[in-house]
């Protein structure tokens, strides 16, 4: 059975594809280097549309409003702005009430889009363009360590890894942060009150690597300036051993930070990425692989969510479950000693 692989390695090639949610302007060339905070494409786009019914204003029929409409496809309009005048001895006069670009035309009718906003698309990573995607962004490569987490809060920025703990399970308060770790990522373990995210906040830091963060912080985290990813997920979960000994061996170095929301669908997620002086590249890691015994896994779900164990054997046809479902299940060795039933499902490959 394929899995989704958890890339939790000390090296390896690592491309992404930056797209705009709209086409726009890319702003970056092929062979070009980048660092994680430039901008590499821009676009504008609008949140809602509004209709102008020239037929319903005037009472008349769609024909009729066509010839009395006086803008066009593409056009840009001001709040207060004709669009369109009746004839007559006494013309009417038909106005925008808010400021948009007009994007059809017909039917008596006008369709304008409005409240513009500016997309502007971050590298996220350092490295170099592999490729241009016109209109709409760029794949990048850099080579160095890889950390995947589970939650981000869509924040990007880079700065050099310092570690704040002794043991995975550490918790992070305000009172350990003063002026020396302004501009720092901080490896992190619990957090457990947001006056630490106001106080991170305030340095400034650059970033925050947490084991995970409770339910209740989701809110502040999401508003905070800079990034934060829980390696682990939500709750009160040490860190797994695999990313935790990683990320304490390359503190000290140059370290970005790519929160970007975790979704199953796309295989998008929260990373650390820590870019590593090579004379070669290294392949580029599998998204999807085959679960086999001897396997590093990860569990997925409670209640052993984030637990890093070995995949002992997969049982074959169904079993069934404490809840009464039937399912495929592994057997997993966790590092603690214990042995567990975990349905497939709930299993991604560490690698």
């Given at each position: 059975?394929?899995?989704?692989?958890?890339?939790?390695?000390?090296?390896?090639?690592?491309?992404?594809?930056?797209?705009?949610?709209?086409?726009?302007?890319?702003?970056?060339?092929?062979?070009?280097?980048?660092?994680?905070?430039?901008?590499?494409?821009?676009?504008?786009?609008?949140?809602?549309?509004?209709?102008?019914?020239?037929?319903?204003?005037?009472?008349?029929?769609?024909?009729?409003?066509?010839?009395?409409?006086?803008?066009?496809?593409?056009?840009?309009?001001?709040?207060?702005?004709?669009?369109?005048?009746?004839?007559?001895?006494?013309?009417?006069?038909?106005?925008?009430?808010?400021?948009?670009?007009?994007?059809?035309?017909?039917d008596?009718?006008?369709?304008?889009?409005?409240?513009?906003?500016?997309?502007?698309?971050?590298?996220?990573?350092?490295?170099?363009?592999?490729?241009?995607?016109?209109?709409k962004?760029?794949?990048?490569?850099?080579?160095?360590?890889?950390?995947?987490?589970?939650?981000?809060?869509?924040?990007?920025?880079?700065?050099?890894?310092?570690?704040?703990?002794?043991?995975?399970?550490?918790?992070?308060?305000?009172?350990?942060?003063?002026?020396?770790?302004?501009?720092?990522?901080?490896?992190?373990?619990?957090?457990?009150?947001?006056?630490?995210?106001?106080?991170?906040?305030?340095?400034?830091?650059r970033?925050?690597?947490?084991?995970s963060?409770?339910?209740?912080?989701?809110?502040?985290?999401?508003?905070?300036?800079?990034?934060?990813?829980?390696?682990?997920?939500?709750?009160?979960?040490?860190?797994?051993?695999?990313?935790?000994?990683?990320?304490?061996?390359?503190?000290?170095?140059?370290?970005?930070?790519?929160a970007?929301?975790?979704?199953?669908?796309?295989?998008?997620?929260?990373?650390?990425?820590?870019p590593?002086?090579?004379?070669?590249?290294?392949?580029?890691?599998?998204?999807?692989?085959?679960?086999?015994p001897?396997?590093?896994?990860?569990?997925?779900?409670?209640?052993?969510?984030?637990?890093?164990?070995?995949?002992?054997?997969?049982?074959?046809?169904?079993?069934t479950?404490?809840?009464?479902?039937?399912?495929?299940?592994?057997?997993?060795?966790?590092?603690?000693?214990?042995?567990?039933?975990?349905?497939?499902?709930?299993?991604?490959?560490?690698?």
């Open positions: 059975m394929y899995a989704p692989v958890n890339h939790i390695l000390p090296l390896t090639t690592v491309e992404r594809e930056r797209l705009l949610p709209v086409s726009g302007t890319v702003t970056v060339k092929l062979d070009q280097r980048v660092n994680p905070t430039d901008v590499i494409g821009e676009a504008n786009w609008s949140r809602e549309h509004y209709l102008i019914d020239i037929t319903r204003i005037l009472r008349i029929t769609p024909s009729a409003a066509d010839r009395l409409i006086t803008v066009s496809v593409d056009d840009r309009i001001s709040e207060g702005e004709q669009v369109a005048v009746s004839k007559g001895i006494i013309p009417r006069t038909i106005r925008s009430e808010r400021e948009g670009r007009v994007v059809a035309v017909g008596g009718q006008i369709l304008m889009e409005t409240g513009d906003t500016s997309v502007k698309l971050k590298a996220g990573m350092p490295g170099i363009v592999i490729q241009v995607i016109p209109n962004g760029a794949i990048i490569r850099t080579v160095g360590a890889l950390i995947q987490g589970s939650w981000g809060n869509g924040r990007i920025d880079t700065g050099m890894l310092h570690n704040m703990t002794e043991k995975s399970s550490d918790v992070l308060d305000a009172s350990r942060l003063d002026r020396s770790l302004r501009g720092s990522i901080i490896l992190a373990g619990l957090l457990k009150d947001a006056d630490t995210l106001h106080t991170a906040e305030d340095l400034p830091v970033g925050l690597i947490l084991s963060i409770s339910p209740n912080l989701l809110p502040v985290a999401q508003k905070m300036r800079f990034p934060i990813v829980a390696i682990d997920g939500i709750g009160q979960l040490p860190m797994n051993t695999v990313a935790y000994k990683l990320l304490t061996s390359n503190a000290k170095r140059e370290t970005t930070i790519n970007e929301a975790y979704d199953r669908y796309t295989g998008t997620r929260p990373e650390v990425i820590i590593l002086p090579v004379s070669e590249e290294t392949p580029s890691p599998n998204e999807l692989g085959t679960l086999q001897g396997q590093t896994v990860r569990m997925r779900a409670a209640p052993h969510a984030g637990a890093i164990g070995t995949l002992a054997s997969l049982r074959s046809g169904l079993t479950l404490p809840s009464g479902l039937r399912a495929s299940v592994a057997e997993v060795n966790l590092e603690n000693g214990e042995q567990i039933i975990v349905p497939l499902v709930n299993l991604e490959i560490v690698g």
